[in-house]
């Protein structure tokens, strides 16, 4: 990624909703630099991801932290065509999943942790409780930010997609996934396409999120924040709405789920319990 201020760079990230604080720690810092520039990108080279690549992102993923070193997570590599696209029609047809060179799909693995529990002779009766699956999700998550991390440091792009959960039982079918899995979200990666360049989209002002001490829940920066992201998404031809419009439609109801309102069926039938 090209070496470019701190100041430049969160002025690029909140549209100029923030005054830098001076500091030379933070402003010389490569790696905050490099996660300031992070976007999702949606197309690619036609270039395959080098294996040793892929190993060092894994190595990656698996530094991340764990709860109680369980490592409840697994990440499922998909390279071949075929199985790309149908992956694709399963994850509302987005045409990057098939056109990415690499897919991975990264799981909450509790099948592993079962099979361990029963070469030691033990219940693993934990394993049925509602703990345990958010403690192979999150474990998933951390892993899987790391190898973007590591991704985007090697030159190359990434995409989440969440749509993996829109048919869990199609895409665990396709993946062969045992009982005790879940296929939390998906991951395109390849080598950006310079023509389609992404660029970086504005988060809310950190007001909003950023709490000291206790909970001070305030929207007041919301209005602000739709102009900029109105802005946005005019420089790069997406649709004129405004982002607090948008994200009440999205979770307005069932439909809007795209069907992951099944999403506590679809684990029940999996054989992870929730207790």
């Known amino acids: 990624m090209p070496d470019v201020s701190y100041e430049s760079l969160l002025d690029e990230r909140y549209q100029g909703a923030i005054a830098p604080l001076a500091d030379s720690d933070v402003e010389n810092n490569a790696v905050v630099q490099a996660l300031l520039q992070h976007r999702s990108v949606r197309r690619y080279l036609d270039k395959p991801v080098p294996p040793a690549i892929l190993q060092a992102a894994v190595a990656a993923a698996q530094s991340a932290s764990s709860s ?62 509602l703990e345990a699956m958010v403690i192979g999700v ?14 985007e440091a090697m030159g190359l792009g990434a995409c989440y997609i969440g749509a993996m959960r829109n048919q869990p039982e199609k895409v665990a079918e396709e993946l062969g996934l045992p009982r005790e899995t879940f296929a939390v979200f998906g991951l395109t990666v ?54 607090t419009q948008k994200t009440a439609r999205r979770i307005t109801g069932k439909a809007a789920l795209t069907g992951r309102d099944r999403l506590r069926e679809a684990l029940l039938g999996f054989g992870i319990e929730l207790k």
Request: hydrophobic content about 45%; proline content about 4%; overall charge negative.
């Open 68 to 129: 109680s070193h369980l490592q409840a997570w697994s990440v499922i590599a998909v390279e071949d065509a075929g199985r790309k696209e149908r992956l694709a029609a399963f994850a509302g047809n987005q045409s990057h999943v098939a056109s990415a060179p690499l897919l991975l799909v990264f799981i909450a693995d509790l099948a592993r942790l079962r099979r361990i529990a029963k070469s030691s002779d033990m219940a693993g009766d934990g394993l049925d409780y």
């Open 138 to 151: 999150v474990d998933a998550s951390l892993a899987a930010q790391n190898a973007v991390v590591a991704f």
């Open 190 to 243: 390849g080598y950006p396409d310079p023509s389609a360049a992404a660029a970086v989209k504005p988060r809310l002002p950190q007001a909003t999120v950023l709490h000291k001490e206790r909970y001070e829940g305030t929207d007041e920066d919301l209005s602000s924040y739709d102009t900029r992201m109105r802005a946005f998404q005019a420089s790069q031809g997406m649709d004129d709405i405004a982002w």
